[in-house]
């Protein structure tokens, strides 16, 4: 089992900032990849970022070059720092991890875009 606690939601004015955090009880040098999705409501829940055991990452269209993906392995997180936010980026944002074929996710944050 791996428990993934999720940090960092809030409210923000559209073009600000937030910082996402996602603390796992494992090490992170045993998941193959950690990654944030998001889901707003009446909506399916899409991936956001992902960023692999070797450090690739991956965005979706609607984020590049506003967010960023990383982690910490000396502290088993990752981050999602969301820059330039807009409001079609209010959601509930959930940390993702795999781990031997086995996907764990958080509990999620909710982040909210007002114009």
């Known amino acids: 089992q791996v428990q993934l606690v999720e940090s960092g939601g809030g409210l923000v004015q559209a073009g600000g900032s937030l910082r996402l955090s996602c603390a796992a009880s494992t090490t992170i040098f045993s998941l193959s990849s950690m990654g944030w999705y998001r889901q707003a409501p009446g909506k399916q829940r899409e991936l956001v970022a992902t960023?692999?055991?070797?450090?690739?990452?991956n965005y979706a269209d609607f984020v590049k070059g506003r967010f960023t993906i990383s982690r910490d392995s000396s502290k088993n997180t990752v981050y999602l720092q969301m820059n330039s936010l807009k409001p079609e980026d209010t959601a509930v944002y959930y940390c993702n991890v795999l781990r031997i074929g086995r996907e764990y996710w958080g509990q999620g944050t909710q982040v909210t875009v007002s114009s």
């Open positions: 960023i692999t055991r070797s450090g690739n990452t």
